[in-house]
């Protein structure tokens, strides 16, 4: 029986390169969401929220935002479709995306 | 087809160099992202839910070898080797990075393309019928005007930052292949009773979260008065239409809320006043471009071409596809060749590199160099000799592109959705597929006849759902993907929003939905030349409703 | 903010006032739109050259009286891709206006060309950007596709492409390539 943590994750787009990343506990951003940071509560998702707008001004990143996912066994899902296909890539071209070059989410099938 | 000359070659340069800079400014931190944002835009640049979308505009569909060629070398070299074309005859690619755009944009104006204002609160692609030259009903070609407008919309400098995008559509057919009654500007070609070539001015119709028809303000515009008229329309717009809410800015809001007749007032009284003779249509203009759009050499062929008939005795997949997909041609011994790009299960509209060098290879070969995007997501041979149509089917066959579906069910129109758009709702995509496979019967879907089914995965409406025969639009239903069927849309010069028909269906059960619906056309039809459009506003929304709702 | 002009930057000669502030004793004034009406017998003693500024939800029908004795309007971007202010300009332009218009508010170098097209002849300035790159942008595109525009300042260097066109030096071969 694992654990489920339930929480906030942001995600944001890369500014040079518009590839889609997640704010680590670190600050730094990975193109993995299994290395995102949760938020399990609201004064924590806040905190993550200024991270972003902190990057935004400093031209690192853009559209940043916060959804809503699970941690299971260290692997991310993110509760919503949109996001789900976010971390992983087109669900109509399992060759592309991050499902194929391996930093893709958790939770395969997810493509329902 | 338009040529640069020296002026747009250097118009287009200078937009790169342009760009370039905006780019730089922006990753130094110089622009914010606020203010770079429009400008992005108006070179084609989207944030999608991936990566940068890039929207390469093919002015009025129409676009050559080269340039095809070019386009797949895009698709290699800076992106994932395909490529998707739009509902509006662009182009776009999924995979860009913002650091590469400049360079892209700058391989584009090598082949006399680029990005300009296919996004932004500005005029967008000026699209037209992707027959257009070629069909056997048109009075005249539309597309110089098309090209007349391309240029003057081009970074024009009162009306680029409108209250929100502007499409224009014209057509030079009394059918009407462009959709010309649900574009904020839509304009048909008439001749007057002096045979002078005249133009019908409809405005503020439109798509979207309110979809409506538009009204016709201008029956007889005189040619030299179109650009001093569109003038005082955007004029008026640009003024007066809102901008305190995104969902509410088309001008075919404006245009609601004033009524017609305030609506055509105020242009009348705008175009009334002095200055407007400044932006008359220089004559010698219009008749350079003209010029570029002048028929090819056509050979002058016989009815009959004896290979043609023979192949088609012996082959019968080709004489199907020439049945389905070749269309007749205003001069004798040629054809309209019609590439189906939505193989059985196949995501709508999208093209890989070497099918586009496959397609350019045909044109350059078989019409007269020159290729056409069409609105329904697929590509245009406009003139081929009949005797080459056996050859063409073959390479095409070979390459999964001679697909015999157009305008039947399987030839369905989807945007990218969800699985691409971060405005969507929905996926879209695997929709249409399921649709596709349910139907890959072609004999069923030739029994069952010119059928349009148009998938949008929100209300933006990109997929034009509320003009399909069947329409289909994604939602969000307490975080489930849920569809909304409509029916008795059309785009034809016969403008029609399609109808809710009811509650909505779960993504797996909408493939049996439309089976239901198909079926209930078939019982109820008169006879295999009351199409499904016909039948439904014959019968109404009631019987597929039952067919759909009824309990068993 | 540094005032720019065609020509370069300058020094601005206008003092504007708010609705209730006094008028200096002199000078060039420029007052909201909302006292002109109000205080028109007023300002039109004043000694000195009158302006106003305009707000961008306003018909400029409503300036007829008052447009022969201002010399200066003032049209404001309260954000820069709000462009009903272009519309504006471009109309005062057509009805003759031959004073000054300036624009000012959330203004780019990215929109200069465009603004110097319409009518626009000054620019209230942001120091955020490089004054270099203010002047630099006025020349950023080298051509331009509309004709009946304004295009009277030298410095805008844009030119008209279809007039260019015409001068038959400028016929090039490539014309004769027919589609």
Redesign the interface.
Known sequence: MSEVEKGQILTA?R??????VFLTSSGEWSLSVDDAVLASEPTAAKALEVRGKEA?A??VV??AYLFDAERRDGRVRA????ER??TL?????LD??KQADGSGGAFPAVHE | MYRYDEFDHRFVTDRVNQFRDQAQR????QLT?DEFRPLRLMNGLY?Q????MLRIAIPYGTLNSRQMNRLADIAEKWD?GYGHLTTRQNIQFN?????DTADILGSLAEVEMHAIQTSGNCVRNVTTDHWAGAAADELADPRPVAELLRQWSSLHPEFSYLPRKFKIAVTGAPNDRAAVKVHDIGLRMHLNDKNERCWEVIAGGGQGRTPIVGITVRDFLPEAELLAYLEAIMRVYNLYGRRDNKFKARIKILVHELGAEEFKRQVEAEYAKKGYTEVEVDQRELQRITSYFAPPKFANLSKWSPEFEQARLNDPGFARWVKVNVAPHRVQGYSIVNISLKPEGG?PGDITAEQMRVVAELALRFSFDELRVSHHQNLVLPHVERSSLYEIWKVLKSHGLATANLGFLGDIIACPG???CAL?TA?S??IA?GISRRFADIDKQEEIGPLKINISGCINACGHHHVGHIGILGLDKR???FYQITLGGSSSESASIGQIIGPGFAAEQVPEAIEKIINRYLELRHDRDETFLAAYRRLGAQPFKEALYASA | MPLLKPDGFVADDWILVGMDDPLPARGDVAVPWGRIARDWETLVKHDGRLGVVFPNSEKIAALGLYLPRLALIVLNFPIFNDGRSFSIARQLRLAGYAGEIRATGHLIPDLLQFMLQVGFDAFDVSERFSLDLWLKSMKRMSLTYQHGLEDRNPTFGAAAVWKARQQPSTISQDQKDAG
């Open positions: 787009n500014l040079s390169d518009g590839d889609v935004e400093a031209n853009t559209g509760v919503h479709i949109r296909i976010r890539g087109p669900s109509v071209r592309l995306g | 922006r990753l130094a931190g992202e944030l839910l991936h990566a940068y994932r995979w860009i990075k913002l650091e995501i969800l699985d691409y969507a996926r995509i695997p597929q975080g489930e993907e």
